[in-house]
Structure formats: structure tokens, C-alpha cells
Nanobody
Framework: QVRLVESGGGSVQPGDSLRLSCAAS????????ATWFRQASGKAREFVAA????????TISGSGRGRFTLSRDNDKGTVDLQMNGLQPEDTAVYFC???????????WGQGTQVTVSS
């Protein structure tokens, strides 16, 4: 079973950027498709982005399109979410997920907090 750990969260001002990273232990992350979801306080968890095992297929949510990019380094075993132009509505706990099949997420990290405020 793969175990996921997120890093890179923090507190920033509107317009700033953050880069979140997801790493795995217990199994190689390159064996899995990966995704990022987020959950704001009092709201349901929502999809942010997903990437196939090879990295050839990437999906970005409407809220992130044009601002967020998703990439992976299968040699390093990481999946990174680059977030630019952050806004207060991006404030949430961001979770990394993984699954053998793209779109079926069976493992989750503990999350990393992103706070955007002036």
C-alpha cells in the first residue's frame, strides 16, 4: 500500500504562488495515477487536478485552469502542484491522492494547509 505525504503549504498573500509536492513511501508513486483535491472549512472536498502515471494525461479543474499546473517526476517519485495567482477562495487543506486507475483514488495523504489572505 502506498503512503502519501504532502508538503509545501503555507500562508501567502493574494497573487502569490505556492508549490505543493506529494511524495510516497511503501510503493513507488510512479506506479500510480495521482491527484490533488482540496477541502475548505465547512465545505465538501473538491477536485483540483489529476495526472496519469506517465504524465501524458493531465486534468485541471475549472477553478485552477490558467493558474495551476500539475507535473510529476517519476525518477524522484514526486507529483507537484504549482499554484500561481492564489486568491482567498483557494484557502483550503490540499490532499494528495493516488490510485492504480486514473480517476479511482485509493490512497490519501494527511493534507497540507494553504491560506491566502491579506
Amino acid at each position: 500500500q502506498v503512503r502519501l505525504v504532502e508538503s509545501g503549504g503555507g500562508s501567502v498573500q493574494p497573487g502569490d504562488s505556492l508549490r505543493l509536492s506529494c511524495a510516497a513511501s511503501g510503493n513507488r508513486l510512479s506506479n500510480y495515477a495521482a491527484t490533488w483535491f482540496r477541502q475548505a472549512s465547512g465545505k465538501a472536498r473538491e477536485f483540483v487536478a489529476a495526472i496519469s502515471r506517465s504524465g501524458d494525461s493531465i486534468t485541471i479543474s475549472g477553478s485552477g485552469r490558467g493558474r495551476f499546473t500539475l507535473s510529476r517526476d517519476n525518477d524522484k517519485g514526486t507529483v507537484d502542484l504549482q499554484m500561481n495567482g492564489l486568491q482567498p477562495e483557494d484557502t483550503a487543506v490540499y490532499f494528495c491522492g493516488a490510485g492504480r486507475a486514473y480517476g479511482t483514488w485509493t490512497a490519501w495523504g494527511q493534507g497540507t494547509q494553504v491560506t491566502v489572505s491579506s
